[in-house]
């Protein structure tokens, strides 16, 4: 996988947009520059059954004209239906290992938050893992406490040649930060997808990633 995918790496569901319409907001994200796109719906307001798949294909179109990838968030069997370029699972979904199997080929991303799990990960065949929550969220009810980037730091330090994403309340005002530590990019949420201006916060956040 080429890590560089992971410099700006935005995560959305409708649920996260507000009133705005979830695939304008997308295409302004697509039109700002961003590196890689998780199809996240999930939780209060998500979309259900035909809709939701109808939103997934609309999402992925919009990713291709832009030559983005398309991660599905958790939900194995939608990317094997859309043929997504990949999948990201959390410790509490479908075990990496046999998402490896359903999925070669793939992009495979695993969520972290210990040693244990990074070991994990990597026995899996993970291609990449998402490292957090690094500061306070509020898009993921059940998020684990900011860890800050002291485990980011040490994860870097001990495995560098595995890609890496910072994720959790990453912000124009701290990205930089979660860079410096060694990451490979940001993963955001709400950031990119409530700002008032989405392609032009994604610009701003490029120029702070790369
Ligand atoms: N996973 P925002 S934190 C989806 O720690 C997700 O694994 C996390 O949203 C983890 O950019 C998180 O709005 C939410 O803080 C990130």
Redesign the pocket.
Known sequence: MNRNILNLYF?MGSQNCGNADPLHVLESALKGGISCFQF?EKGEGARQGEDYIKYARSCQNLCKKYGVPFIVNDDVRLAEELQADGVHV?QDDELAQHVRVRMPGKILGV?V?TSEEVVSAIQAGADYI?V??IYE????AD??PAAGLSFLTKIVTEYPELPIVG????TIENAKRVIEAGADGVS????ISQAEDVQGTVKQLLNIVK
């Open positions: 995560i996240r959390g969520s938050h998402g957090g929550p969220t509020k898009s993921k998020a684990k994720i959790g309340g990453i955001i949420i709400s950031a």
